[in-house]
């Protein structure tokens, strides 16, 4: 049951979003920027075979690994036996994804912004 308030505090007040001024968001990729993953303390990335553990290449950032992933896979290799590790100055180690998920990422991470249409762009003259 609902019953009729006459109180002005109550009343919710229209609100005018012509006069908004939308900022750019300034986390978004920009024109063929490509996605690095970084964590603290990482000297270097290698990409892992698993389960027998034999490292297939050594990277200094993961814009350098992403390339290698998409090759490795497209040669035939499963993406379930893939892993990119981590690695620290003191040789400690980590994985930083592993599996399909590693493919999709490297995929995602390695290609163009998506607004950017292949090829050059011609402006027409009017």
């Known amino acids: 049951m609902t019953t009729p308030v006459d109180d002005d505090d109550l009343e919710i007040p ?4 012509s006069q908004v001024v939308w ?14 993953i970084c964590i603290d303390g990482a000297v270097g990335y290698q990409l892992r075979l698993i389960p027998s553990n ?4 050594s990277f200094a950032s993961t814009l350098d690994a992403w390339p ?3 090759a490795a896979v497209e040669g035939g290799r499963s993406p379930r036996t893939l892993s ?11 994985s930083i994804s592993a599996g399909p998920r590693l493919e ?8 163009p912004h ?13």
């Open 114 to 126: 998506p607004d950017v249409l292949p090829g050059p762009r011609r402006i027409a003259e009017a």
């Open 54 to 57: 034999k490292v297939l290449a």
């Open 14 to 17: 229209e609100i005018d979003f």
């Open 68 to 70: 290698a992933i998409i």
């Open 104 to 111: 999709t990422w490297a995929r995602h991470n390695n290609d």
């Open 23 to 36: 900022l750019p968001n300034p986390f978004a990729r920009k024109p063929g920027e490509r996605h690095e």
């Open 84 to 94: 990119l590790d981590w690695l620290d100055a003191d040789g400690n180690t980590g």
